[in-house]
């Protein structure tokens, strides 16, 4: 990109996002200069006595706080103190490991790094959107483009360039592509038809926000399924007529034919002989996973996945804290499945050395993982976080807002974030301790306050140069149209991005006004 298209895109709107995003640190400092902000806030708190208090039905004081008379009172103490400092360093590892979404991503990586280092992943995505009809191909790109969620980069790496060939095969314009793709895979984020890996990675932080308020609250992994379900069949029309109504006959009819090029890179893409035999192998080893988890769960007389001493859903909480090894598992075996019949794993070797690569890309999160469990912790030491919470709920209530509006203003406040920081796990982890427990005073579930944050996070990602992944579709755009730059990109985008934030707050508000469930055993109401 030359100097004066640089200048360009700094003009505007977007261009002021640009240049803000840009000053912006690194999560990890994020993170870093927070944590130095709550320590000298605790020591004002401290100093000028703030406190918070709410009725409690239990015998045990919630920790860092005082119980008496029924009453938990929570009183801000400085991280300067002698007790602090000496928590701070003596306990720094157990801070650590303690810190619930980095066990529970790591647990899901080993196996889904098997899953996508053998090129199952990838197989599964050619071989969906190869086969689709193409009166139907807009959708079908829709529809795969959010299920590649799951797939990690895979959706972004591959799927999205070879929707383009795809388009361009048949006729049609190969940027419709590149937008009805990037449109699914990215602002579609929150949707899905089945939980995954950012569900187990967002419920984490938002455990260890809820147990401010409620310290037996645990997680369900599959809290948001309908909800997530419910954004796919949303968005997909929206995608659908967008693509074929407003974006193609902008772009108008492509010049360029299906030439030797185009034919070369789809033979590329074609599924081979040997893949198709380790995707039947990956299907039958995902029915013996989900086979196994069933018998442990209905088996007559043995239910390891059942709580019997419970009594309605709590009867379910093994089964779905279970989820999370499940998820592992089936990774795992599908992973090893296809690898084994497509040539890719060839022995036991193969399958640790895959391992080893999945933990090694994490190590980015690992590092922002040590902040972000310190500062969750940090925070609770303190007590600002359930202060911040109580008083903040005791303002809501006195404004008597709508639950509707109060979760749209979540939605609203993340998707403006996402802007600046494109990291779900950075924003949640920050947001989560205060929202959380806030809304939780005033009757909102911990599911709900996630799956509204999770609305709001998805459809401004295709709207911010500071997307990670943003470069890398303008790169594929000037792939077919040299003259693309990050204005045409944006601009190609934005009818997706308005008609998804106007969708999404509307679906959002309705979950909330007609009480749906979140999914199973999950509801929209918190009741302490």
Excluded at 263 to 288: M, Y
Aim: charged fraction near 10%.
């Amino acid at each position: 990109m030359t100097n004066s298209d640089a200048m360009q895109r700094q003009k505007g709107f977007l261009g002021l996002i640009e240049r803000l995003g840009n000053k912006l640190p690194d999560p990890v400092m994020i993170f870093v200069w927070l944590i130095l902000v709550l320590m000298v806030l605790s020591t004002v708190g401290a100093y000028l006595g703030w406190s918070a208090s709410i009725p409690f039905s239990g015998d045990k004081a919630p920790p860092f706080s005082t119980l008496e008379n029924g009453v938990v009172t929570y009183t801000a103490d400085s991280l300067f103190t002698q007790e602090n400092i000496t928590r701070l360093l003596v306990d720094m590892p157990k801070t650590l490991t303690g810190f619930a979404p980095l066990g529970v991503v790591l647990v899901v990586m080993y196996g889904a790094a098997v899953a996508e280092r053998t090129g199952m992943f990838s197989a599964l995505i050619r071989s969906s959107l190869r086969n689709a009809p193409k009166a139907i191909l807009t959708p079908c790109v829709a529809v795969i483009g959010m299920l590649s969620h799951h797939a990690s980069d895979t959706g972004y790496v591959v799927f999205i360039p070879l929707a383009a060939l795809i388009y361009a095969s048949v006729g049609r314009h190969p940027l419709v592509g590149v937008a009805a793709a990037f449109a699914a895979v990215s602002g579609g984020y929150a949707g899905n038809i089945t939980p995954g890996q950012i569900d187990v990675l967002l419920f984490g932080f938002t455990q260890e926000a809820a147990r401010i308020i409620d310290p037996e609250w645990t997680m369900n992994p599959i809290g948001n399924w309908w909800f997530i379900v419910a954004i796919v069949f949303l968005f997909t029309p929206i995608v659908w007529f967008i693509t074929d109504k407003i974006v193609e006959p902008r772009l108008g009819k492509w010049g360029g034919t299906k030439d030797t090029e185009i034919a070369a890179e789809l033979a590329k893409s074609e599924v081979t002989e040997a893949e198709k035999k380790g995707l039947k192998a990956a299907g039958i080893a995902a029915l013996v996973i989900i086979g196994l988890f069933a018998a442990l769960a209905l088996w007559p007389g043995y239910t390891p996945l059942i709580d019997e001493t419970k009594t309605g859903p709590a009867q379910l909480q093994p089964f779905y804290s279970a989820l999370i090894p499940g998820f592992f598992l089936l990774f795992l075996a599908t992973g090893i499945s296809f690898g084994v019949k497509a040539g890719t794993v060839k022995s036991d070797n193969d399958v640790v050395r895959m391992m080893g690569e999945g933990i090694r890309s994490m190590a980015p999160y690992i590092v922002f993982a040590f902040f972000a469990a310190h500062f969750v912790a940090m925070f609770n030491w303190s007590g600002l976080g359930p202060i911040a919470a109580i008083n903040g709920a005791e303002v809501l209530k006195g404004w008597n807002l709508p639950a509707p509006l109060l979760l749209v203003s979540v939605l609203l406040f993340s998707s403006v974030l996402d802007l600046f920081i494109g990291s779900a796990s950075a924003k949640w982890s920050a947001l989560a301790p205060v929202v959380v427990p806030m809304f939780m005073l005033v009757g909102i579930s911990p599911e709900m306050t996630t799956a509204a944050y999770r609305m709001g996070d998805s459809y401004t990602n295709i709207m911010t140069p500071l997307m990670s992944y943003f470069p890398l579709i303008l790169a594929f755009c000037r792939r077919w149209d040299s003259t693309y730059g990050v204005g045409s990109l944006l601009a190609l985008m934005l009818p997706y991005a308005l008609c998804f934030m106007v969708a999404g707050i509307a679906m959002t508000a309705g979950w909330v006004h007609f009480d749906l469930p979140l999914g199973p055993h999950s509801q929209v109401h918190y009741t302490r």
